[in-house]
Antibody, heavy 116, light 114 residues
Framework: EVQLVESGGGLVQPGGSLRLSCAASGFIFSRYWMSWVRQAPGKGLEWVANIKEDGSEKHYIDSVKGRLTIFRDNAKNSLFLQMNNLRDEDTAVYFC?????????WGQGTLVTVSS | DIVVTQSPDSLAVSLGERATINCKSSQSILYSSNNKNYLAWYQQKPGQPPKLLIYWASTRESGVPDRFSGSGSGRDFTLTISSLQAEDAAIYYCQQYYTTPLYSFGQGTKLEIK
C-alpha cells in the first residue's frame, strides 16, 4: 500500500524559511515523478512543483520560482520542499503526491502558515 | 498557460438523482498523436486529501464506484454521478495534464445533498 507522510510545516514569519519532507513507502520511489500540491485555507488545489525520478528535472509554477526548491533522496525514499523567502500567499496545506500525470496517491498534508 | 474553469461553483442534488459537473479548458487538451484527453477528476472531502476518480477523461480509477463517469473531448468535459449517494457530498476538481510536466486544476465545484 502506497503511503506518503508529510512533515515540517509550521508557523513562520514573512521572509522566513521552512523545509517540508515527505516519507514514501509501499512503492519503488525511485521510479516515479513526485509533486507538491498546495491548498490555501478554504481555497482550491494548486500544483506547485514536481521532480523527475532521478532528480535531474524539476518544474515549478511561476509564483514560487527562485524561492521554493524541490529535491529528493531516493536512498531514503524521501521528497523535500525547501521554502525560502516565504510570503503570506504561501500559507496553505502542502500535499506530496505520486505524479503519474494525474495524482493517484496523496499524503495527508502539512500546514504552512506565514504570518507575523 | 491552460486555464481550466468548472461550472457550476456549487450545486445541490437530491439523493438518487443525477449530478453533473462541467469542466472547460481554455484550449484543447486532446493530444492528436494518441487521441487521449489529458484530464483527471478528483473528489475531496473536508479534512482529507483529494481522491482520484477518473483519468484520461473517462477511465475510472480502480475501486471507484461505477456511478461516477467522465465524458467529453477537446475543451469540454463532464463528471456525472448517476445516482447520488450521501457519501458523494464533497468538492470535485478537474485537472489538466496536457501541459505536462506542468499542471493546473479547476477552481472546484461543491456538491451538496438537497
Amino acid at each position: 500500500e502506497v503511503q506518503l507522510v508529510e512533515s515540517g510545516g509550521g508557523l513562520v514569519q514573512p521572509g522566513g524559511s521552512l523545509r517540508l519532507s515527505c516519507a514514501a513507502s509501499g512503492f519503488i520511489f525511485s521510479r516515479y515523478w513526485m509533486s507538491w500540491v498546495r491548498q490555501a485555507p478554504g481555497k482550491g488545489l494548486e500544483w506547485v512543483a514536481n521532480i523527475k525520478e532521478d532528480g535531474s528535472e524539476k518544474h515549478y509554477i511561476d509564483s514560487v520560482k527562485g524561492r521554493l526548491t524541490i529535491f529528493r533522496d531516493n536512498a531514503k525514499n524521501s521528497l523535500f520542499l525547501q521554502m525560502n523567502n516565504l510570503r503570506d500567499e504561501d500559507t496553505a496545506v502542502y500535499f506530496c503526491a505520486l505524479d503519474q500525470l494525474w495524482f493517484d496517491s496523496w499524503g495527508q498534508g502539512t500546514l504552512v502558515t506565514v504570518s507575523s | 498557460d491552460i486555464v481550466v474553469t468548472q461550472s457550476p461553483d456549487s450545486l445541490a442534488v437530491s439523493l438518487g438523482e443525477r449530478a453533473t459537473i462541467n469542466c472547460k479548458s481554455s484550449q484543447s487538451i486532446l493530444y492528436s498523436s494518441n487521441n487521449k484527453n489529458y484530464l483527471a477528476w478528483y473528489q475531496q472531502k473536508p479534512g482529507q486529501p483529494p481522491k482520484l476518480l477518473i483519468y484520461w477523461a473517462s477511465t475510472r480509477e480502480s475501486g471507484v464506484p461505477d456511478r461516477f463517469s467522465g465524458s467529453g473531448s477537446g475543451r469540454d468535459f463532464t463528471l456525472t454521478i448517476s445516482s447520488l449517494q450521501a457519501e458523494d457530498a464533497a468538492i470535485y476538481y478537474c485537472q489538466q495534464y496536457y501541459t505536462t510536466p506542468l499542471y493546473s486544476f479547476g477552481q472546484g465545484t461543491k456538491l451538496e445533498i438537497k
